[in-house]
């Protein structure tokens, strides 16, 4: 008997940006990540049907709220969550990234204008009103966190790498000066719906277990993007992971820790292939197929979820040829969303590919 069912509301390979997915416990009901955003005009399709795709993403997404008790937002890009709709957020425990640090500015704005549009609904107040002063905190590198990532070499690249490592240690702190003069934007509890921020915490709701990752990084070291947190749910000897936005996962240590809790459902993003050589290189491809491999060969799950990111080009399975091919020689399905409800990834709907460059700003 399984005890943890899990839904893909809409991920990329059904023509529009989300990792949208419902689970459900014998006592809980979770929507992780409930977003979406159109597809960039590089991908192959008419405007039209890329507009289409998204909008009929948005009601099923509103759909399926209903269904849910609990609402994850993994991070303040609007493929993880939609800015403000009532009908989503009306009467759920929202557990979410912390927005007062291991955020840029973008997501930070984001942020203020989310739950300012939550505490005016819900509590009558603006969030103006509500936000406090901090104290100054101190934040350690994290690069402290990721020895096997400072462990690795590169060979040619290593000169390189070294010096874009302290140019994203030189962001950080700049980042860390930001946060401090922040004014602290405060968990929630109205009437209409509760919001904890989850950061590195864990949660007991009846006999199921929710667990969220510390901030992690959007991709690769420093990756100006942000930060993001991975979910864990488990119900006795149950598990499920969605690791929202890891891009491959790039980082040996984010592999390493799935791995480690051997999930029996595994919903994995890849790497943004169409991004490459802009935003995504391919010493970091390489990182993220080899770390994919690995996960395959050593977790149980005979199904993963392999989606977002990866199915916004029509090459993505021949970037990544050597995930698919390691899953085959281990006998388990690597699936988009999209195969995994027996259709065909919406990329591949349309051989004729564009000719447009895909811009280096990463609009989510």
């Excluded at 109205?190 to 990084?217: A, H, N, S, Y």
């Excluded at 919903?267 to 292939?273: A, L």
């Excluded at 080899?290 to 977002?308: F, K, T, V």
């Amino acid at each position: 008997m399984r005890y943890i069912e899990f839904k893909p509301i809409w991920f990329d390979s059904l023509g529009a940006k989300s990792a949208c997915t419902l689970v459900k416990t014998p006592d809980i009901s979770i929507l992780i990540d409930p977003g979406v955003a159109v597809m960039q005009p590089s991908f192959p399709a008419p405007e039209e049907m890329k507009v289409r795709w998204a909008r009929r993403a948005e009601r099923l997404i509103r759909r399926a709220s209903k269904e849910a008790e609990v609402i994850v937002i993994s991070h303040y890009h609007y493929d993880h969550f939609t800015d403000f709709d009532e009908r989503i957020y009306r009467g759920k425990l929202i557990l979410a990234k912390d927005p007062n640090e291991y955020i840029n500015d973008s997501q930070r704005e984001r942020a203020e204008k989310f739950y300012d549009h939550l505490s005016s609904k819900f509590g009558g107040k603006r969030l103006e009103e509500l936000m406090k002063p901090r104290k100054e905190k101190t934040y350690p590198d994290p690069m402290e966190d990721l020895p096997l990532a400072r462990s690795k070499r590169y060979g040619d690249y290593e000169e390189r790498k070294k010096e874009l490592l302290k140019l994203g240690e030189k962001w950080f702190r700049k980042r860390v000066e930001k946060w401090n003069k922040m004014r602290l934007i405060p968990e929630m509890k109205f009437k209409g719906c509760e919001v904890r921020f989850v950061d590195g915490k864990r949660f007991k709701l009846g006999g199921t277990e929710i667990r969220f990752t510390k901030p992690q990084f959007h991709g690769i070291e420093y990756a100006r993007v942000g930060w993001v947190i991975a979910t864990t749910i488990t119900y006795k000897d149950e598990k499920l992971i969605h690791t929202s936005d890891l891009e491959g996962p790039v980082i040996e240590d984010q592999a390493q820790w799935i791995i480690d809790e051997n999930p029996d459902i595994l919903i994995v993003d890849g790497p943004s292939t169409y991004l490459i050589p802009y935003m995504l290189n391919l010493i970091n491809l390489r990182r993220a197929v080899e770390n994919m491999c690995r996960i395959i060969r050593e977790i149980d799950a005979e199904l993963i979820i392999y989606d977002h990111h990866l199915p916004r080009e029509p090459r993505y399975r021949e970037r990544v040829r050597e995930v698919y091919e390691t899953a085959e020689k281990e006998g388990k399905r690597v699936l988009t969303a999209a195969e995994y409800m027996n259709k065909k990834p919406a990329v591949l709907l349309y051989t004729k590919t564009s000719t447009r460059k895909p811009s280096r700003k990463r609009k989510r």
